[in-house]
């Protein structure tokens, strides 16, 4: 198959290497032309595990190439995937960007002269692909659905593993207008042997919000039991996860072997939940069904637990310190990305934690392994921290450290080191990384989240 891919982002990008690398002959659309060139000459705008190599590959074999030209794309392709950002701004969705390139893709569509498949991935609400792509489409093209095909194919792929998701999903859901379009589109991925769930539009747009709610819903669940504990007198929150992961409806024993389902990482306590997905998606979720009358009272507690939960390490952070003032105190904080192996800040717990810092005047210096300074995005770029090169210069003198993201570089951190480098060996856990007894026997003053 012929396909273009309209935006270049995580999604995008991702997703016509694993395409092209079922051969298919991939054109990567964006309207940012340094990230163009940065693709054609095999280096990803962003980081994921594996995705220059790959990249160089796809080049190199000519099944995909990047450009800037659009209708060029379109007129090449039997399929266009809509990979645009769906950001949420006021706890809205902003439909900005894809009724710009919605416009974009309709006027070029006008032009096609065979049967053409259009294909939303951006992550869009319940009802927005038929009342509001479609009408753009048919107004720009001048042609009816039925001329042309229409599909919603929400993507599940997690950043940081994120060539190995668009590879091996684990099912493609594919919302259809009608039985042409599915069955046109689902030949993208005749190469993969996976569950295909073939819905109508609004199905398929509901699934993607469902599917991130709940892994949302269990990580909000698991900070509020972590808040319990952390005011019941001897309870460590990790020891009740242990007891609660053994349940044989979690983590079943098959063949005698027991199964550590991936469902179980997001039952774990931690700082919050952050990046480019679950945030938004949520708060776009509970507008939504604000809109249409229903209640969506659990969600908007999701929301709450999670804004709220960052400002706990403060608190963890003033107990440790016994000061109630962080005034021109050195603080730590290791960790800016959202989660491990991506340099994505988007919505980052790190943000919330140093605004908190800051306005307490504290002497903030940060340290990412992967954020480097040409990748940080304005909200950082703008505050008044420093950002350590290294590890041992973000720690030395530093009052107290706050671990938010759980690289393993932070992970193989001994005690001795934080108590070598530190002024006071003070370390704040906020994905509970260290081993609490080890760290206390050491001499360091050690808390985390449900401790
Ligand atoms: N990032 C994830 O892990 C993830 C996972 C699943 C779903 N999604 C959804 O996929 C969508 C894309 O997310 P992302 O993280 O890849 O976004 P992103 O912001 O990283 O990338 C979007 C890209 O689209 C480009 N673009 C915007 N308007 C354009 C236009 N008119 N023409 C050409 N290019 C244009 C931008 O320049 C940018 O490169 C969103 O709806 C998101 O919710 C994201």
Known sequence: MKIAIVGTGYVGLVTGISLALQNHKVICVDNDKNKVSKINKGKSPFFEPDIDKYLKKVLKERTLKATNDLQGAILESNVTIIAVGTPTINSKIDLSFIKTASAQIGESLGKVKNYHVIAVKSTVLPGITEKVIKPILEKYSKKKVGEFGLCMNPEFLREGNAIEDALNPDRIIIGQIDDKSGKEFAKIYSKLSVPKIFTNLATAEFTKYAANSLFATLISFSNEISRIAET???VDVLDVWKGVHLDKRLSPIINSQRIKP????YILSGCGFGGSCFPKDIKALSSFADEIGSEGGLIKSVIDINTTQPQRMILLLKKAMGAANLKNKKIAVLGLTFKPNTDDIRESVALPIIETLLSQEAIVVAHDPMAYKENISPQL?????????????????????IVVTA????????PEFFIKMMKKP?????????????FLKKGVIYKGIGT
């Not at 370390?427 to 081993?435: A, E, F």
Request: proline residues 2%.
């Open 232 to 234: 019941t007198e001897n």
């Open 262 to 265: 991936g469902v179980l990482s």
């Open 381 to 401: 770029t703008n505050l008044p921290i420093t950002l350590a090169d290294t590890l041992k210069e973000a720690l030395e003198n530093a009052e107290a450290a």
């Open 407 to 414: 690289w393993d570089e932070y992970i193989k951190l001994s």
């Open 426 to 438: 003070i370390v704040i856990d906020g994905r509970r990384i260290y081993d609490k007894h080890s």
